[in-house]
């Protein structure tokens, strides 16, 4: 059977990040799939629920629905959706890759790094962003105060990075508080991973899984509970962390 999933993974394979395309959704004739390519090896696969549709009209089924919703948000078209939703979210994706203090690797590669530049400037506490290959769509911030590294994970949206349940559109502003805050207690007031995060796969590729569950908010700029998914070629994505290590 074809897998129409990872046909457009294909084709999104050698564009930049940031590239998208829709496609319809294994879920049924009711839904549409978002999928953006958030690094190499790295897509986000977002629903969009179609409304005003006569499942028993096969050319209603056909036509793109009278509304589009991707979660709590609603748009009369794909036009719309593009301006709306993919861009502004794309051009924060952008913004963090071509940050000074991200590193791309996998997360050990990236905590090496930092272990490198810690022991050359070891009375500053060292961080820096990564692509979450876990959990497309999330960045990780790691940061080393004396010997470990941890790790705390931060949210894509199109209103901006969701880091410890605020919303901020600019990072540099999300590093000041970050700075000022890395003392305050991360117990009930750290937002899991599940309420960061764009989404949390079920399973990794590397078993033949291909979808991921529903998880709570996710880009969308309302507390939208939209059904995300994810692919990573680069790891085994087995477990899923907390919101914090």
Do not use: C
Not at 76 to 87: A, C, F, I, K, Q
Not at 160 to 174: A, N, P, Q, S, V
Not at 224 to 241: A, K, M, N, V
Request: proline letters at 5%; hydrophobic letters at 30%.
């Amino acid at each position: 059977m074809l897998n129409f999933t990872s046909v457009f993974m294909q084709f999104l394979s050698d564009k930049d990040p940031g590239e998208s395309i829709f496609r319809p959704s294994s879920r049924g004739p009711s839904y549409l799939t978002l999928t953006i390519k958030i690094h190499d090896g790295v897509y986000a696969h977002k629903d969009i629920v179609e409304g005003g549709k006569e499942l028993k009209d096969i050319t209603s089924l056909l036509r793109i629905g009278k509304t589009l919703k991707i979660g709590e948000d609603t748009f009369e078209d794909l036009d719309e959706v593009m301006d709306r939703y993919v861009d502004p979210l794309v051009t924060h994706l952008k913004t963090m890759l071509n940050y000074r203090k991200f590193r791309t690797g996998m997360k050990t590669e990236v905590d090496e790094l930092l272990r490198i530049e810690k022991a050359e400037y070891p009375m500053r506490i060292v961080y820096s962003f990564g692509i979450s290959h876990e959990h497309p769509g999330t960045f990780i911030l790691t940061y080393i105060r004396s010997t470990n590294p941890h790790h705390e994970y931060i949210g894509l949206y199109p209103k901006g990075f969701r880091f410890r349940k605020k919303m901020f559109e600019d990072i540099d502003r999300l590093v000041a508080y970050f700075q000022r805050h890395i003392d305050d207690p991360q117990n009930d007031s750290a937002p899991s991973i599940r309420s960061v995060a764009a989404m949390v796969p079920m399973r990794s590729p590397a078993t033949g899984g291909s979808s991921g569950t529903s998880v709570g908010s996710g880009w969308g700029g309302s507390n939208s509970e939209g059904g995300w998914r994810g692919h990573s070629y680069d790891r085994d994505r087995s477990s899923t962390p907390g919101s914090r290590t």
